[in-house]
């Protein structure tokens, strides 16, 4: 059986760097990527653009429910997601990406810089070669991403929310390197993709 990610042990903006990346590490995931089960279905479910989990067209409510859920969630090669048990794979709706990213902690400047993010299910992820961040290619859409876990480029992302992006921007800018670029433990992130 798969237990939910544990709450936060206090408050993110209380914890320091060092107690995120212990977190981080301690975090044990479900070995979905190697679970390829005979029997699918469709969960009739869906995750909307704001981050909420829908089953049958009612809201999940349930934070407990919610965290479970996303620790078995994964993307497919053609790009769909899909819920994954040893026995079952159910396909899941998501409109946008399945994560957001709500929370930020900065430490240090330039490439000596450390960026962590809390997901909207309470999950940390530290922004770096295994979890790149993406800012689209268009400099007047921005489209704000974090890689969360599987394979870069067809994997699960978290959109980052607005006035994260903003933050990212600000730093970006005050260290001043052309183009505007952004680092986080040792990677260093362009604003626009190229």
């Known amino acids: ?16 760097l060092a107690e995120a990346a212990e977190l981080l ?3 044990k995931l479900p070995p979905v990527e190697q679970w390829h089960p005979a029997r699918e279905g469709d969960s009739a479910m869906e995750i909307r653009a704001d ?25 497919e090669p053609g790009g769909g997601h899909v819920l994954v048990t040893p026995a079952e794979k ?3 709706a998501v409109e946008d990406t399945p994560f957001r990213a709500v929370e930020m902690k900065s430490e240090g400047e330039g490439a000596a810089r450390k960026l962590v993010f809390r997901l909207d299910t309470d999950d940390l992820v530290m922004a770096g070669a295994d979890h ?8 007047d ?8 876990r599987g394979a870069i480029g ?14 990212i921007i600000d730093m970006a800018l005050a260290e001043g390197a052309e183009p505007p670029a952004i680092w986080s433990n040792g990677t260093r992130f362009a604003l626009v993709d190229r």
């Not at 790149?132 to 400099?139: M, Q, V, Y």
């Open 51 to 75: 981050g909420s989990w829908y089953h049958e067209g009612g809201r999940i409510n349930r934070p407990a429910m919610v965290k479970l859920f996303s620790t078995i969630l994964r993307r």
């Open 132 to 139: 790149p961040l993406g800012f689209g290619s268009d400099a």
């Open 141 to 148: 859409n921005p489209d704000p991403r974090l890689h969360v």
């Open 25 to 27: 590490a301690a975090r």
């Open 1 to 16: 059986m798969v237990t939910p990610a544990p709450s936060l042990p206090k408050d993110f903006s209380q914890l320091s």
């Open 90 to 92: 159910l396909s899941i």
């Open 154 to 167: 067809n994997g699960l992302e978290a959109r980052i929310d607005r006035a994260l992006y903003y933050e």
